[in-house]
């Protein structure tokens, strides 16, 4: 696609419930990001794929979250049992690989709510 | 570890001031460093980039030099409009890393 998408824009979900976010990267684009924005906290690393493996899955806050990417293409986030502090925005980014000098494009984020 | 600190906001302004955003970072090796844009309502943007020491990014009259002596990146710009106003992040890249990124500074221009 000409972008970064991301399901859904907003979500909100009750304490405890599992939520699955989705990402549907630029075509062709072999590393994908996953980042959380919380109000003052910046953006906090997740997880990273380099095509379908994670070589670093070591922001991902607890046991509760996982993600997987398949045929190279689309991503899930998962969140088993959401707290409250789960709250915030979610962000998918794409590069067209891994490098240390390629900008990243981002979507538009999924806002997930926990009440 | 590999970290990015920039100024806290908010940075307030009136339409045509300069505008400085100060970022700092602290990385083993020679990181690139970035600066991306968030506009209200919108996602992050690449701004503007620099991969090496002296090299001086630039993207819609903002400028940024990537200062080894100082490792800093700070943004610039010598007049700023209301449609500036937008989150900034400074980030860098070392080898092998995702982004990682500062707190992010919110400027604010008025007319």
């Known amino acids: 696609g000409a972008g970064v998408s991301q399901s859904p824009s907003n979500k909100v979900t009750e304490k405890g419930k599992d939520v699955e976010l989705r990402c549907d990267p630029i075509?062709?684009?072999?590393?994908l990001y996953w980042y959380r924005q919380s109000l003052g906290q910046g953006l906090e690393f997740l997880i990273y794929?380099?095509?379908?493996?994670?070589?670093?899955k070591s922001g991902l806050p607890s046991d509760r979250f996982s993600a997987e990417r398949t045929g190279g293409s689309v991503s899930t986030l998962t969140i088993q049992r959401t707290q409250q502090e789960d709250s915030a925005v979610y962000l998918c980014?794409?590069?067209?690989?891994?490098?240390?000098?390629?900008?990243?494009?981002f979507g538009s984020g999924t806002r997930l709510t926990v009440v | 570890g590999n970290s990015v600190t920039q100024m806290e906001g908010p940075v307030t302004l009136s339409e045509e001031a300069f505008l400085t955003i100060n970022c700092t970072y602290t990385?083993?090796?020679?990181?690139?460093l970035f600066w991306y844009v968030q506009y209200p309502g919108e996602g992050l943007q690449l701004l503007l980039k620099?991969?090496?020491?002296?090299d001086k990014g630039s993207n819609k009259g903002f400028e940024a030099t990537y200062r080894k002596e100082t490792t800093s990146f700070h943004l610039e710009k010598g007049s700023v409009q209301v449609s500036d106003s937008a989150v900034y992040f400074c980030?860098?890249?070392?080898?092998?890393?995702?982004?990682?990124f500062g707190k992010g500074t919110t400027l604010s221009v008025s007319s």
């Open positions: 990385a083993t090796g020679y990181p690139s």
């Open positions: 980014a794409s590069s067209s690989q891994m490098g240390e000098s390629y900008g990243y494009t």
């Open positions: 075509s062709g684009h072999t590393a």
């Open positions: 620099a991969t090496k020491a002296d």
């Open positions: 794929f380099q095509g379908n493996s994670a070589p670093d």
């Open positions: 980030a860098l890249s070392a080898a092998g890393t995702a982004l990682i």
